[in-house]
C-alpha cells in the first residue's frame, strides 16, 4: 500500500476530469497538505512499490514546488515556506535512497560497476547538497 493512497487517487481523478499532467493536478489536490515522506527505517524490504511511490509523489513534489516558484508573483510567493520545503523534500528523497541501498533493494558493487557506484553516489551528493543550499536560503531570507 502506498503512503498518499487517497491523495494520490484523487490527484488521478481530477487528472481525469481535467486531462492535466500528475504534477499539475497535484498542486490542486490537497494545496496546504503535507506530502509523507517514507521514513527510513520504517520501510520494509517488502515495500518496493511503496517506497517507489513515496519517492516518485517526493521527487513531483519537488518540481512542482520549483515549478512555483518560477511562476508565482514575487509578492504572493512565501519564498521561505517554498524553500523550506524543497530542502525537506530533498533530504527525505536522499534519506530513502540510503535505506533502499542499505537494503539491498538493488544490486550496486562499487569494485564491479564503479561507474554505476559513482553515478549513484553523484546523485546522492546532489540530493543532499540541495537540501543543504535550500535549508540556507530559507534560513537567510531576507
Known amino acids: 500500500m502506498t503512503l498518499n493512497r487517497d491523495r494520490k487517487q484523487k490527484i488521478r481523478a481530477r487528472m481525469a476530469a481535467t486531462g492535466e499532467p500528475y504534477t499539475v493536478a497535484a498542486r490542486h489536490v490537497g494545496k496546504d497538505e503535507e ?5 527510513p527505517g520504517r520501510v520494509l524490504g517488502a515495500d ?5 511511490d513515496a519517492l516518485d509523489d517526493a521527487a513531483a513534489r519537488l518540481a512542482g514546488l520549483l515549478a512555483a516558484f518560477g511562476r508565482e508573483p514575487w509578492r504572493s510567493l512565501d519564498a521561505i515556506a517554498v524553500f523550506r520545503a524543497l530542502s525537506r523534500a530533498a533530504g527525505s528523497m536522499a534519506a530513502a535512497a540510503v535505506e533502499m541501498r542499505r ?7 562499487d569494485a564491479e560497476e564503479p561507474e554505476e ?5 553523484g546523485a546522492l551528493e546532489g540530493l543532499r547538497s540541495a537540501a543543504a543550499t535550500f535549508g ?5 531570507w531576507i
Not at 540556507?136 to 537567510?140: F, K, L, M, P, T
Open 35 to 39: 506530502i509523507e515522506i517514507a521514513v
Open 48 to 52: 518496493v512499490e511503496g517506497q517507489a
Open 103 to 109: 537494503q539491498e533493494w538493488f544490486d550496486l558493487d
Open 117 to 121: 557506484a559513482a553515478a549513484w553516489t
Open 136 to 140: 540556507w536560503v530559507a534560513d537567510g
